[in-house]
């Protein structure tokens, strides 16, 4: 059972940035965020595969960057230029044999850190 540790939401104003982190109790294949906007379906923002490659829902492309520390098994998702349509709760997810955009796919989850962007 893989644990993971979200921390670093809070509230910013448009164009401003933040940075989050989960901590993942091993290594996986895949960790990813994804993001829930109250309702609205879970929907992915990016995901890092084992070898390094990265993925990004076009919305936050130029803007988000997901990088790892495979020494600390953690997580990372630096948002820049961030937008009030960024204002979501953001769940980080591990998987241990692939790598998707897809919330059905991931059997582990972390427990969501609140972004809230004003404009």
């Known amino acids: 059972q893989v644990q993971l540790v979200e921390s670093g939401g809070g509230s910013v104003q448009a164009g401003g940035s933040l940075r989050l982190s989960c901590a993942a109790s091993?290594?996986?294949?895949?960790m990813a965020w994804f993001r829930q906007a109250p309702g609205k379906e879970r929907e992915g923002v990016g995901f890092?595969?084992?070898?390094?490659?990265?993925t990004y829902t076009d919305s936050v492309k130029g803007r988000f960057t997901i990088s790892k520390d495979n020494a600390k098994n953690t997580l990372y998702l630096q948002m820049n230029s961030l937008k009030p349509e960024d204002t979501a709760m953001y769940y980080c997810?591990?998987?241990?044999?692939?790598?998707?955009?897809?919330?059905?796919?991931?059997?582990?989850w972390g427990q969501g850190t609140q972004v809230t962007v004003s404009s």
């Open positions: 997810a591990a998987e241990t044999w692939r790598c998707t955009m897809r919330a059905p796919d991931f059997r582990y």
């Open positions: 091993e290594s996986t294949a895949c």
């Open positions: 890092i595969a084992g070898y390094g490659i990265t």
